[in-house]
């Protein structure tokens, strides 16, 4: 089961962390689509922290493919976020 499909069990989180490696630098999450960058970088900061100085900093607009629409939930999308 995937963790979209977790999420809509239960109350629905707005923002999951779906890959916490995406490459050296990044991470992926499935999010709701207006979930603004702010949310974002606080769920990926609490729930998978980077280890870094600057913690996660950089949510990816544009590139790397992302951000894409989740093939579970066309209401959500696959995000990345850099350090």
Not at 71 to 82: E, F, P, Q, T
Request: some cysteine; aromatic content about 4%; overall charge negative.
């Amino acid at each position: 089961m995937s963790e979209v499909q977790k999420s809509t069990q239960g109350p629905e989180k707005r923002v999951i962390v779906t890959n916490p490696f995406h490459g050296i630098c990044h991470m992926q999450v499935c999010a709701a689509k207006d979930a603004t960058d702010d949310e974002i970088l606080r769920v990926y900061n609490t729930e998978n922290p980077s280890g870094t100085t600057l913690d996660w900093c950089t949510v990816v607009h544009d590139g790397d493919g992302a951000p894409a629409v989740c093939a579970n939930d066309a209401d959500r999308l696959h995000i990345l976020v850099a350090c």
